[in-house]
Structures are given as structure tokens and as C-alpha cells.
């Protein structure tokens, strides 16, 4: 008897110390809950409420992430008011930055609300970018660049084989910008070649006020099938950024530059030469489609009937995953060209690339 009153005793005590741990549990963990961040409220001219958070608004755009739709872009013409409940960074068009504060939007003005209560209010225009990358803040360099593959193959009455590689990279900062650029293209037909040429360019940019710059440009380039064992040209240039958004840019550069040819058969020359590029691009297709054209010229200011002009667009097209399609048109003009060689190499690619 003794010994069954003993057993339902510890019976006892353990289940009663079960529901107090198990008490104390749910105590702690309602206790150390945090609580959710009410969704930021984007409301449209017409009418439409969305939420979700406010991530980044820059060229006119306001993004804001969704749980049923993801990442939606919306033109700011469209937005009447937002208000958001989580924390954003303003940078602002005199350069100064707002940093980790709730924001609201409405009528063309902004209200930020500070940790102590005092409200401040600033017109929507002088707004430069909401949620900037470091970059834009002064910190690192961002990298970006693109390489594409274009590849064709032909079997039958005539075995023909073409290659084409392209690599692009971009390093920009506040301050400076570094560009690589290598293309290289190797065609045969029944095994004999009958294009071979690469070509790099490197250069250096320097910002000064407002859209100029000025930089250093590097020029290598061979074309066996052009007599070209290896054209090289260095040169000082200035440059100005006519437009920077995503549905137009525009920029233009023009220098002075020391050109050395040496050729396989022809007499070799030296001189010294103007050049100069202009490179265009837009998104108006849309869907992040992409226009654009990149020219290059080089003008011998010693024998001024020699020029050489460059010339590259095509449309973009986005796939998955960073990855890209884009049809373009190559135009290599060259009127020194040596005897026998053509002045005008003309090129229809389809190419296959990634961007980052």
C-alpha cells in the first residue's frame, strides 16, 4: 500500500512538472516573440492598393516586393502616396543621406518621422535614390559586364564552322570607372580558315563635375585575313554622358591617340590619329529588352583620306537566369585597307551570353 501511494506521488509531482515547464516555455517564447512589420502601402492614382516592402526606387521607378507577385515596378507618375513601416536609406540630390527611417509620400512632398517624434518634410524632387548600393554611397565599386558565345556549324555540300567570343566588364565607383573588353572570331570552311581576328580594349575613366570625364584608352588588334599582324593605339580623351537612364543613354568620347600598324605583307606605319566612339542604348522595348550601338573611329591625321570606323547594334534579349539572346549587325570599315583586302567586312551574329 505504502509502496502504490509512493508511485502515484512521483506520478503526481512529475506531471506536475511537466505542466509548469511546459507553461514556462510558452511564457518565454511569447514573451521574446518579435512582431511583424506591417506591409508598406503603395496606393495608385487609380485607386489600387498594393502591399508588400518598398526595396529601391531610382529612373522614375518605385519597386516594391510582394508575396503574390514578387518584385513589382511601377512607374512613380502612377503612385499617388506610399507610406512604409520598415526602415529605408534616402540619398538625397545634394548628396547628403537619411538613413533607417520610415518614410511617407503624398502630393509631392516626403515626411520622415525621427526616433524622437520630430517630423520633417522634403519635396519628392529632391530625391536622387531610395535604398542605394554602396557604390552610390561612396563605398567599393560595382561590377558588371556581360559574355556571349556565338557559335554556327554547317554540314553537307560545304563544311563550314564560325566562332565568336565576346567578354565585357565594367568596374564603376563614384569617382572612376575601368572597362575590359576581348572579342575574338574564327571562321573555317572545309577546314581551311578564312576569318581570323581578336581585338582588345582597355580603358580608364576619371569623373569630374556634372557629366564629363576624361580617361585613357588602349587599343590591341590582329586580323590575318586583313594583312593585320597587330594594330596597337594609346591615347588621352574626354568624354561627356549625355544621358544615363534606362530608356536612353548616350555617350560620347573623343581623343588624340599614338597608332602603331604593323602588317604581315605591307609596308608598317605609325602616326598619330583622332578617335573617337558613341554608344547608345534603351529599353523601350521593354520586358528587359535592350537597344544598342557601340562605335569606334580612328581618323589618320598624317594621311587624313585613312579611316577606320567600327560599328556595332543589335537588340538583347533576356532568357532565364541572367542569361541572354541578342541578334546584331557588325560593320568593320577601313579605308587604308592593303591591296586585295575589302574596305567594308559586314557580319550577322546571333549570339548566346550571360550578364551580371
Same mark, same amino acid.
Given at each position: 500500500?505504502?509502496?502504490?501511494?509512493?508511485?502515484?506521488?512521483?506520478?503526481?509531482?512529475?506531471?506536475?512538472?511537466?505542466?509548469?515547464?511546459?507553461?514556462?516555455?510558452?511564457?518565454?517564447?511569447?514573451?521574446?516573440?518579435?512582431?511583424?512589420?506591417?506591409?508598406?502601402?503603395?496606393?495608385?492614382?487609380?485607386?489600387?492598393? *498594393?502591399?508588400?516592402?518598398?526595396? !529601391?526606387?531610382?529612373?522614375?521607378?518605385?519597386?516594391?516586393?510582394?508575396?503574390?507577385?514578387? %518584385?513589382?515596378?511601377?512607374?512613380?507618375?502612377?503612385?499617388?502616396?506610399?507610406?512604409?513601416?520598415?526602415?529605408?536609406?534616402?540619398?538625397?540630390?545634394?548628396?547628403?543621406?537619411?538613413?533607417?527611417?520610415? *518614410?511617407?509620400? =503624398?502630393?509631392?512632398?516626403?515626411?520622415?518621422?525621427?526616433?524622437?517624434?520630430?517630423?520633417?518634410?522634403? !519635396?519628392?524632387?529632391? *530625391?536622387?535614390?531610395?535604398?542605394?548600393?554602396?557604390?552610390?554611397?561612396?563605398?567599393?565599386?560595382?561590377?558588371?559586364?556581360?559574355?556571349?558565345?556565338?557559335?554556327?556549324?554547317?554540314?553537307?555540300?560545304?563544311?563550314?564552322?564560325?566562332? =565568336?567570343?565576346?567578354?565585357?566588364?565594367? @568596374?564603376?565607383?563614384?569617382?572612376?570607372?575601368?572597362?575590359?573588353?576581348?572579342?575574338?572570331?574564327?571562321?573555317?570552311?572545309?577546314?581551311?580558315?578564312?576569318?581570323?581576328? @581578336?581585338?582588345?580594349?582597355?580603358?580608364?575613366?576619371?569623373?569630374?563635375? +556634372?557629366?564629363?570625364?576624361?580617361? *585613357?584608352?588602349?587599343?590591341?588588334?590582329?586580323?590575318?585575313?586583313?594583312?593585320? =599582324?597587330?594594330?596597337?593605339?594609346?591615347?588621352?580623351?574626354?568624354?561627356?554622358?549625355?544621358?544615363?537612364?534606362?530608356?536612353?543613354?548616350?555617350?560620347?568620347?573623343? +581623343?588624340?591617340?599614338?597608332?602603331?600598324?604593323?602588317?604581315?605583307?605591307?609596308?608598317?606605319?605609325?602616326?598619330?590619329?583622332?578617335? @573617337?566612339?558613341?554608344?547608345?542604348?534603351?529599353?523601350?522595348?521593354?520586358?528587359?529588352?535592350?537597344?544598342?550601338? %557601340?562605335?569606334? +573611329?580612328?581618323?589618320?591625321?598624317?594621311?587624313?583620306?585613312?579611316?577606320?570606323?567600327?560599328?556595332?547594334?543589335?537588340?538583347?534579349?533576356?532568357?532565364?537566369?541572367?542569361?541572354?539572346?541578342?541578334?546584331?549587325?557588325?560593320?568593320?570599315? %577601313?579605308?587604308?585597307?592593303?591591296?586585295?583586302?575589302?574596305?567594308?567586312?559586314?557580319?550577322?551574329?546571333?549570339?548566346?551570353?550571360?550578364?551580371?
Amino acid at each position: 500500500m505504502m509502496v502504490n501511494n509512493l508511485v502515484k506521488g512521483m506520478l503526481f509531482g512529475l506531471g506536475l512538472a511537466l505542466a509548469v515547464s511546459v507553461y514556462a516555455q510558452d511564457s518565454v517564447d511569447t514573451d521574446t516573440e518579435t512582431p511583424e512589420i506591417q506591409p508598406d502601402v503603395v496606393i495608385l492614382k487609380n485607386g489600387s492598393r *498594393i502591399l508588400g516592402t518598398v526595396t !529601391s526606387a531610382r529612373d522614375g521607378k518605385i519597386v516594391v516586393k510582394t508575396d503574390f507577385a514578387g %518584385d513589382i515596378s511601377i512607374d512613380s507618375a502612377e503612385v499617388d502616396s506610399v507610406r512604409t513601416y520598415g526602415s529605408l536609406v534616402v540619398q538625397m540630390s545634394d548628396g547628403s543621406v537619411i538613413e533607417d527611417q520610415p *518614410i511617407e509620400f =503624398d502630393e509631392g512632398s516626403m515626411e520622415i518621422t525621427t526616433d524622437s517624434g520630430e517630423q520633417n518634410l522634403y !519635396s519628392t524632387t529632391d *530625391i536622387a535614390l531610395i535604398n542605394p548600393e554602396p557604390w552610390e554611397l561612396g563605398f567599393g565599386y560595382k561590377a558588371t559586364g556581360n559574355t556571349s558565345l556565338a557559335w554556327g556549324m554547317e554540314r553537307g555540300n560545304s563544311d563550314t564552322d564560325e566562332l =565568336d567570343f565576346r567578354l565585357e566588364s565594367y @568596374w564603376r565607383s563614384l569617382e572612376d570607372r575601368y572597362t575590359l573588353k576581348a572579342n575574338y572570331d574564327l571562321d573555317k570552311s572545309n577546314g581551311d580558315k578564312n576569318t581570323d581576328n @581578336w581585338r582588345i580594349i582597355g580603358k580608364y575613366d576619371r569623373f569630374l563635375e +556634372g557629366p564629363h570625364y576624361w580617361g *585613357i584608352n588602349t587599343n590591341l588588334e590582329k586580323d590575318q585575313f586583313a594583312d593585320l =599582324d597587330l594594330r596597337a593605339y594609346i591615347g588621352p580623351y574626354y568624354g561627356r554622358q549625355f544621358f544615363e537612364k534606362p530608356a536612353f543613354t548616350l555617350s560620347t568620347e573623343v +581623343g588624340l591617340s599614338y597608332v602603331i600598324e604593323n602588317f604581315i605583307t605591307a609596308e608598317d606605319q605609325r602616326y598619330l590619329g583622332a578617335n @573617337w566612339t558613341v554608344n547608345i542604348s534603351s529599353d523601350k522595348l521593354g520586358g528587359g529588352s535592350s537597344m544598342y550601338l %557601340d562605335h569606334v +573611329g580612328v581618323w589618320n591625321l598624317e594621311e587624313t583620306s585613312d579611316v577606320i570606323l567600327n560599328t556595332i547594334f543589335g537588340v538583347s534579349v533576356p532568357l532565364i537566369y541572367g542569361f541572354q539572346a541578342a541578334f546584331e549587325v557588325k560593320l568593320e570599315y %577601313d579605308s587604308g585597307a592593303v591591296e586585295g583586302v575589302e574596305e567594308l567586312d559586314q557580319s550577322y551574329k546571333l549570339r548566346l551570353g550571360y550578364a551580371w
